[in-house]
């Protein structure tokens, strides 16, 4: 487990895994050396696609050092909190809360959640100089071992070793920190997923740099500014700040939901037909660029209306007058839909004098977008999925419930005796969450920024409010409030005081983490208080990711199962929850899996799927003899991977186990079995 982790760690050097791919998919590209080469490597492409040699990219001290860090694997274990996740409440819940640094949590998400999350959402730090960022990831690497693993000299890894030793707060070290973190939230992401990022005028520039480096500036969807300040923050030189960004980055097969109608936007649904259904009216023209004629001329066609009956036909029939699509100008423009679809939804259409003494045409647009009988042809500001009708998001955001002070006074009424400094408002939250998840009613909604878990409570609301099934992820890293203390003053050390209160009379440990989990579980209540009734998925498990201690390495580096007695000391130091856990999501399993406890004999083994895990000691000769039984008569019984926890077994059991092994192989059944031993 962690021995072969760290090993294979230690070979790791920069760009190992995108070499890896090119090895695989393109070997006739490297020479007898080993070496790439890049000339015969364009030859392969330049058919496919434009090479060119020309461009600009985004170069920071340390990218080289993030590039690399993104392709470490972590050396944490899940550690998961038994009492909590076995709760009636959360037991079944698809919901996870991970308390550990991000950078290890996206490295394990992405074991069994890579290509699966639909939306992430993060609030990272805005290094604005006062909001404590520096860049603060531990790893001890050496001027020699840099030099060699990212092919720099010696003063270039030392300045390194500085922006990571002294805990920067430098754009670079900024860049370094967000770097890993969005290259492997990148792997998270499905086919049809998007990422929105937070951010202020501090690095938006280079954020935006950064995030068209990692998911391609093709991918830039648009970035929205959000008003959360109306009054200005006062604290910049010229000019007081109301707002803050909202970058978006899609994958390719992104369709973005709309947000729900303000009350203002209903009010145009003004008119009702004859069946009592509320409609709104719409110019069939189209309105902007491209608007002309020779833009679609299909779209340009003449239709025709009866002034006195107010009859509307695609013929030039008797007592009809012509209409056709003009401009602004009174040049030929084009309808909005196609010749077919107009035909066939005349029973929606009006005639209407404009103000220009031209008689136009406008449809109906129905409230409820079951009833609205066509699929538009060309770009429209409204969409048609789902049982409600949505508006196309802008690029501007204003309004008080988006408000920092809102958001303040939502997380008051849950905690009141906690203090955050700049937590997010629930209605932001909700509506990145109708944009990104497209009125779907499943899939996994992400945030490894988690602060005081806002997302979560806006998942919790979003499908208490439409009836769906979003499941949420969330990481947070469990900051010392003992250690901020120390260095605190003024309303920040009254702030921490504050928090550390509230945690003790909530019995948790002084970690940030803990407040934002108890956010969540007032949060639920609350809903539960108010819909007794809701079926709602308003649990959630709790994991820890744990490091691996000093001592537990040195009991790891002499461990020695040769001898005929079990040492157990160092699955002493880590129990069967802890190996199970890590192993499971490490197998692609999840959190949310149909791992199984078998009785082999008194022996309890886990079976999940195609896996079968050994971690508890004492694997006598008769659970495996029942292992074996169980094998040749249960045909449902197959798992073609048998793990052992290397550390649990003596070297009798391992051979006995081994030697069964290779029967069952070896037998006229000839299953297929991998025994993986790990450490």
């Known amino acids: ?11 790791v050097t920069l760009n190992c895994k995108e070499m890896s791919v090119l090895r695989e998919n393109f070997p006739a590209c490297f020479r007898a050396d080993g070496s790439f080469d890049i000339t015969r490597f364009s030859e392969f492409l330049k058919d496919k696609i434009d090479i060119s040699h020309e461009g600009y990219e985004l170069k920071f001290l340390g990218k080289n050092y993030a590039k690399m860090l993104a392709s470490l694997d972590t050396e944490t274990v899940i550690v998961p909190d038994e009492a909590h996740n076995s709760l009636p409440e959360n037991i079944n819940s698809e919901n996870v809360y991970i308390s550990g640094d991000n950078l290890d949590g996206l490295k394990h998400l992405l074991k069994s959640y890579a290509g699966q999350v639909k939306c992430i959402y993060i609030d990272p730090p ?8 520096v860049y603060n990831d531990k790893f001890n690497f050496t001027v020699e071992e840099l030099v060699e693993k990212l092919s720099i000299d010696e003063e270039q890894a030392q300045r390194i070793l500085d922006l990571t030793n002294r805990g920067s707060a430098s754009h670079s070290a900024w860049l370094m920190f967000m770097y890993p973190r969005l290259q492997l939230a990148k792997g998270l992401l499905s086919k049809d997923g998007v990422i929105f990022i937070s951010i202020d005028d501090n690095e938006q520039g280079n954020l935006k740099l950064v995030c068209d480096d990692i998911f391609g500036e093709q991918n830039f969807a648009g970035q929205i500014a959000v008003v959360n300040n109306l009054k200005g923050r006062n604290d910049r030189a010229n000019i007081a700040t109301t707002h803050e960004y909202l970058l978006m980055y899609v994958s390719e097969n992104f369709v973005s939901g709309g947000l729900p109608l303000t009350d203002e936007q209903k ?14 009216l719409r110019d069939l023209r189209k309105r902007g660029r491209p608007d002309r004629r020779e833009d679609r001329p299909n779209m340009y066609f003449p239709i025709y209306f009866n002034p006195e009956t107010g009859d509307i036909s695609m013929n030039a029939l008797n007592g009809y007058e012509k209409i056709i699509p003009l401009r602004g100008d009174g040049s030929d423009g084009r309808w909005r839909w196609g010749k077919d679809h107009v035909a066939n939804s005349l029973n929606i259409l009006h ?7 031209r008689w136009g045409i406008k449809h109906r647009v129905y409230l409820n977008p079951a009833l609205n009988p066509v699929v538009l042809d060309d770009e429209f500001d409204e969409f048609d999925e789902g049982e409600e ?21 939502t997380l008051k009424a849950i905690l009141p005796d906690v203090e955050f400094d700049y937590p997010k408002s629930v209605e932001l939250i909700k509506r990145v ?9 499943t899939g996994i909604v992400c945030d490894f920024f988690s602060g005081s878990a806002t997302t979560m409570q806006a ?22 409030l003992d250690d901020k203390l120390k260095t605190a003053s003024g309303e920040t050390l009254r702030n921490i005081k504050k928090n550390t209160a509230f945690l003790d009379s909530a019995h948790r440990t002084h970690t940030i983490d803990y407040l934002g989990l108890e956010r969540i579980i007032r949060a639920a209540n609350k809903m539960r208080e108010e819909c007794p009734d809701t079926t709602a998925d308003l649990g959630f498990k709790h994991y820890t990711l744990a490091e691996v201690s000093q001592n537990t390495l040195d009991k790891i580096e002499k461990f020695d199962n040769s001898e005929f007695i079990t040492d157990t000391t160092v699955y002493d130091e880590f129990g069967t929850a802890t190996v199970l856990t890590t192993w499971l999501v490490h197998d692609n399993y999840g959190f949310v899996n149909k791992c199984e406890m078998l009785d082999l004999a008194g022996y309890t083994a886990y079976w999940c799927e195609n896996h079968l895990y050994f971690i508890n000691p004492e694997l006598s000769e008769e659970a495996i003899k029942a292992l074996v039984e169980k094998y040749n008569t249960e045909g449902a019984f197959n798992p073609q991977n048998i793990v052992l926890f290397g550390y649990s077994f003596n070297y009798v059991e391992m051979e006995n186990l081994k030697t069964n092994v290779k029967i069952l192989r070896d037998s006229e059944k000839n299953l297929k079995i991998n025994l993986d031993v790990r450490y």
């Open 351 to 357: 005639p209407d004098k404009n103000n220009k003494g």
């Open 267 to 280: 009010k145009q649904y003004k008119y009702t037909d004859e069946n009592g259904n509320l409609y709104a």
């Open 459 to 480: 998942v919790y609301e979003l499908n208490q409010d439409r009836n769906s099934n979003i499941s949420c992820i969330l990481i947070q890293l469990p900051e010392n």
């Open 1 to 11: 487990m962690i021995k072969d982790i760290i090993s294979a760690n230690e070979r």
């Open 126 to 133: 805005y290094n604005t100089g006062s909001d404590g960022f």
């Open 433 to 441: 969450l109708h944009m990104g998840i497209s009125g779907q009613t």
């Open 389 to 409: 009708r949505t508006s196309k998001a802008k690029s501007f955001w204003q309004g008080g419930e988006l408000s920092t002070d809102v958001a303040r006074r």
